[in-house]
Nanobody, 127 residues
C-alpha cells in the first residue's frame, strides 16, 4: 500500500538542528515533486519547502529560507528536510507529501495540489 513515513522529529533547543526524513513506498517517487508542510493545533497546514522530481529546483517559505534545506535521494525513495538554527516558532507537526501530477511544480504552496501525505513527525523547539 501507499506509505509516506516521516521520521527525525523531536525536542531541540532554539538554535539547534534536526534532519527530517520521509520514506516513500507503494507509489511512484522519482517523477514527482515532493513537499514539506507543517501544522500547529487550530491552524491550517502551511507550506515549508518543495523539491522538483530531479532535485534541481527547490522553493522555500520565507520564514525558513536560509535555515532549512530540502533534498531527495531517488534511489532510496526518500526526501529530507535539514533544519538549522531552529526557532520556537518552528514548533509544529511536519508532513511530507507528493505532488499530484508528475513533474508538475506549479501551485506548490497549495496543499490541495498534493495527493499523498505522511502521518507527520512532531518538532518541538524550546526557547
Amino acid at each position: 500500500q501507499v506509505q509516506l513515513v516521516e521520521s527525525g522529529g523531536g525536542l531541540v533547543q532554539a538554535g539547534g538542528s534536526l534532519r527530517l526524513s520521509c520514506a516513500a513506498s507503494g507509489l511512484t517517487f522519482s517523477t514527482y515533486a515532493m513537499g514539506w508542510f507543517r501544522q500547529t493545533p487550530g491552524k491550517e497546514r502551511d507550506f515549508v519547502a518543495v523539491i522538483s522530481a530531479s532535485g534541481g529546483t527547490t522553493y522555500y517559505a520565507e520564514s525558513v529560507k536560509g535555515r532549512f534545506t530540502i533534498s531527495r535521494d531517488n534511489a532510496k525513495n526518500t526526501v529530507y528536510l535539514q533544519m538549522n538554527n531552529l526557532k520556537p516558532e518552528d514548533t509544529a507537526l511536519y508532513y511530507c507529501a507528493r505532488k499530484a501530477v508528475p513533474y508538475y511544480l506549479n501551485n506548490y504552496v497549495q496543499s490541495r495540489s498534493y495527493d499523498y501525505w505522511g502521518q507527520g513527525t512532531q518538532v518541538t523547539v524550546s526557547s
